[in-house]
């Protein structure tokens, strides 16, 4: 991941960003570049764009790194796309895409613009945060299951994305199988034979759908109880929707393993379940599979990011690697 402090590369953004804004408002600026966290694999910064005409405005720029092939995760305007599509879509929140720009990558990269929501970003059992109570979070834990009902309620074909190819079931456990395949014996364990014996379980694929990869109440901005923005689709596919759900049921379980506080008034499975199956129109089965398979994906997760870790000399998390493998395996016996 490149700098993203280097100088000369934001003082370069913000002129790029400003020549976009100015092809809509030739007074247009976008200054005051601040880093902001969120997502793996681009660069996202805080900005402000003046001279438009309308109060100055808090903007965020998502820009590949500078050097790298703008391709896969990295590629910042297939992210921008699926936000256009979803844009007024009923029961869906998603930033505005403000201003898009190709570049000359890789050495100097694609970005897009998109308007800034206020409010915060809670994932409520593994950040450590006063506020909101618990109460708010589990408003908010409901309103993330009707959400989910209502994006994946609509057809790809419907907003645009009728182009995109499907990613099978198989396919997806066989990519997790692959990242633990290339990480240090003591983090893989028996992770690509738990993919295996998921391989062999695979139920019938529902009909195909948006999936945002990383659903989960973190990758929202909220104010309150109201979600106001779904933000960071690095991963976004058309696939099966109930990956997005068990993550998110697995983001919120009580027993989830690397938990750091407990917050007892979050709903339960079942009920968050049934609001998005109330949104959906119609009920989903076979999650018991979906269960296991988004901890063999964390698990995969989890061990790509130890084994970055460990060449900066820290030991990453060879615990809770293991911890969620016996949670697949567990559901798997079971």
């Known amino acids: 991941m490149s700098d993203v402090n280097d100088r000369e590369f934001l003082a370069d953004l913000a002129t790029r960003a400003s020549a ?22 681009s660069l996202t910064y805080e900005a402000v764009l003046a001279g438009t005409g309308d109060p100055e405005r ?6 590949a790194p500078p050097g790298l092939d ?30 898009e720009s190709i570049g000359a990558p890789p050495e100097r990269p694609p970005f897009f613009a998109m308007s800034f929501a206020d409010g ?5 059992l593994v950040d450590r945060a006063d506020e909101p109570s618990g109460a708010v979070l589990a408003e908010r834990a409901l309103a993330a299951a009707r959400m989910l009902g209502a994006l994946q309620r609509c057809s790809p074909a419907s907003i645009g994305l009728g182009d995109e190819p499907v990613t099978g079931l198989q396919a997806e456990v066989a990519r997790w199988c692959r990242a633990l395949e290339s990480v240090e014996d003591d983090l893989r364990l028996d992770g690509p034979a738990l993919g295996e014996r998921l391989l062999d379980l695979v139920p019938p694929t529902d009909a195909p759908v948006l999936v945002h990869g990383d659903y989960k109440l973190g990758n929202m901005r909220c104010q309150g109880a109201e979600i106001r923005a779904l933000v960071d689709w690095e991963i976004w596919s058309i696939g099966d929707g109930r990956t997005d759900l068990a993550w998110l049921l697995m ?3 009580p027993r989830y393993p690397a938990r750091v506080r407990d917050v007892p008034e979050l709903p339960t499975a079942n009920e968050i379940q049934r609001e998005y199956e109330q949104v959906l129109g119609r009920s989903v089965r076979a999650m018991e599979w979906f269960h296991a398979f988004v901890r063999l994906k964390q698990a995969a997760t989890t061990a790509l990011i130890t084994k ?27």
Do not use: F, W
């Open 251 to 253: 983001m919120l379980d």
């Open 120 to 124: 915060d970003s809670v994932d409520p």
């Open 308 to 334: 970055q870790a460990r060449k900066r000399g820290d030991p990453g998390y060879p615990k809770l690697i293991a911890d969620h493998l016996h949670a697949v395996r567990s559901g798997l016996d079971q």
């Open 58 to 63: 808090r903007i965020v720029l998502k820009v």
């Open 20 to 41: 976009e804004a100015q092809k809509n408002s030739p007074s247009a600026v976008v200054g005051s570049l601040v880093p902001l966290s969120g997502g793996y694999s």
């Open 70 to 99: 703008p391709v896969r995760n990295r590629d910042v305007l297939r992210q921008a796309r699926v936000l256009v599509a979803l844009r007024g879509v009923e029961g869906v929140r998603v930033p505005e895409v403000l201003l």
